[in-house]
T-cell receptor, first 117, second 109 residues
Framework: GAVVSQHPSRVICKSGTSVKIECRSL??????MFWYRQFPKQSLMLMAT?????????EQGVEKDKFLINHASLTLSTLTVTSAHPEDSSFYIC?????????????FGSGTRLTVV | QKEVEQNSGPLSVPEGAIASLNCTYS??????FFWYRQYSGKSPELIMS????GDKEDGRFTAQLNKASQYVSLLIRDSQPSDSATYLC?????????FGSGTKLNVKP
């Protein structure tokens, strides 16, 4: 089946620094990837939709200059949290759209736990 | 209005019972519907996908879709303690893929 690799799984960074999270589709080409953020005991909130070769589409309220998304190839999308602050500490998850023969499917990475100190 | 609505629960059922989880969505153009299970601190894992009206069964799980009512449900038969988790309904339409807030299910031994 479709596999999405996300790393790092955990990262601790100092306030004011930037952190890059990678999401790779290992056995399929992903023209569309999604980035989510999940705070404790809350649901996944869609941050942005990333399309290969074009600019990402951000959800309302998500700062595009703070959360930089790059989808330069059919197998890799990256999310960079710039000038991170403690309130950015969260669980970040990527998802890639694929086709399973019956219809579209969405495969998730294992998530990245970001802690900003 | 949220794109996808779910009762947050918790929903408690005894072992062996049927658990019924419900979800409504707002976008009539939605085309694909999914149920995911998520354990604390982990990524969601797909249980079932459904694309057309009616029922779809897979083992102990049955997904039901009613596009006219904009309603999706998941039935879990013979519930087991290992089914205890948060169940997320997700709805997709082209480049949008939204989750509900999830329903926490507790299956009591």
């Amino acid at each position: 089946g479709a596999v999405v690799s996300q790393h790092p799984s955990r990262v601790i960074c100092k306030s004011g620094t930037s952190v890059k999270i990678e999401c790779r589709s290992l056995d399929f080409q992903a023209t569309t990837m999604f980035w989510y953020r999940q705070f404790p005991k809350q649901s996944l909130m869609l941050m942005a939709t990333s399309n290969e070769g074009s600019k990402a589409t951000y959800e309302q309220g998500v700062e595009k200059d703070k959360f930089l998304i790059n989808h330069a190839s059919l197998t890799l999308s990256t999310l960079t949290v710039t000038s991170a602050h403690p309130e950015d500490s969260s669980f970040y998850i990527c998802s890639a759209r694929n086709w399973d023969g019956l219809g579209e499917g969405y495969t998730f990475g294992s998530g990245t736990r970001l802690t900003v100190v | 209005q949220k794109e996808v609505e779910q009762n947050s629960g918790p929903l408690s059922v005894p072992e062996g019972a049927i658990a019924s989880l419900n979800c409504t969505y707002s976008d009539r153009g939605s085309q694909s519907f999914f149920w995911y299970r998520q354990y604390s601190g982990k990524s969601p894992e797909l249980i079932m996908s459904i694309y057309s009206n009616g029922d779809k069964e897979d083992g102990r799980f049955t997904a039901q879709l009613n596009k006219a009512s904009q309603y999706v449900s998941l039935l879990i038969r013979d519930s087991q303690p290992s089914d205890s988790a948060t169940y997320l309904c997700a709805v997709a339409n082209f480049n949008k893929f939204y989750f509900g807030s999830g329903t926490k299910l507790n299956v009591k031994p």
